[in-house]
């Protein structure tokens, strides 16, 4: 078992920045790889990022391409999301997922083991 707990949202104009944590706790974190979705009201989970269990690979929705960079402290047990130049369609409940290997399918959330219980970012216009 793996346990995350995401941080750090909270809101911000448009145009701001946030940071968002996931600290994992259970098994070894270093193991997996991690990714980041979001869904907003009425509307599917939407992958955002996903990083290699070293951290050496990352990769992105076009979405969010150039405005958001992941990343990740194995010695912490943490990954991040620096969100940069925010805008209104960012609006969302951000989730950190876990799993156990790198390779196709990254965006789908089915491929995604453990799961955080999420952090509303609210983007204001």
């Known amino acids: 078992q793996v346990q995350l707990v995401e941080s750090g949202g909270g809101l911000v104009q448009a145009g701001g920045s946030l940071r968002l944590s996931c600290a994992a706790s259970?098994?070894?974190?270093?193991?997996?790889?991690m990714g980041w979705f979001r869904q907003a009201p009425g509307k599917e989970r939407q992958f955002v990022a996903a990083?290699?269990?070293?951290?050496?690979?990352?990769y992105y929705s076009d979405s969010v391409k150039g405005r958001f960079t992941i990343s990740r402290d194995n010695a912490k047990n943490t990954m991040y999301l620096q969100m940069n130049s925010l805008k209104s369609e960012d609006t969302a409940v951000y989730y950190c997922?876990?799993?156990?290997?790198?390779?196709?399918?990254?965006?789908?959330?089915?491929?995604?083991?453990?799961w955080g219980q999420g952090t509303q970012v609210t983007v204001s216009s």
């Open positions: 990083i290699t269990s070293s951290g050496v690979m990352t």
């Open positions: 997922a876990a799993r156990a290997g790198w390779g196709p399918s990254l965006s789908y959330s089915y491929t995604y083991t453990y």
């Open positions: 259970g098994r070894t974190f270093s193991n997996y790889a």
